[in-house]
């Protein structure tokens, strides 16, 4: 049962660092005006967000039928918490600012992008202990 786990892990490490590595090439892209490269990643990151939904509730469920290392376990609730504050209290506000840039506003500064972006590094680097802790399992 830890095959399934491990390859869940990698298939979302793949993910994120995939559309880690597009995000801020999207902008450097001819044509793309600020507006436009900020509609693109809402849709972006609302699908990321959701396959990342489904792939730590499938993970979830293999914890669930069969034993696994308690630093797995410890790892994935990590990952769980991460996921939820991106979802639930990050991306709403960064939602929220884009829309406003996406009108033509100009909102505050703000470091909400850059505690979204270090989640996401923070992510990267459990997924991959994660994954090696389940290799060797």
Known sequence: MTSLPLALACIWLGMVLAISIEAPLKFRAPGITLPLGLGIGRLVFRA????????????????????????????????????AVQV???????????????????????????????LECAKLLMLGAFGIILMFA
């Open 88 to 118: 639930v209290v990050l991306r709403p506000r960064l939602e929220a600012r884009a829309q406003n840039i996406i009108e033509g506003g100009t909102p505050p500064p703000s470091r909400i992008h850059l505690a979204y972006i270090a």
């Open 48 to 83: 990321l967000n959701a396959s990342e939904i489904v792939l730590v509730a499938a993970t979830a469920l293999t914890f669930a039928l069969a034993p696994h290392p308690v630093p797995a376990t410890v790892l994935l609730v990590a990952l769980t918490a991460t996921l």
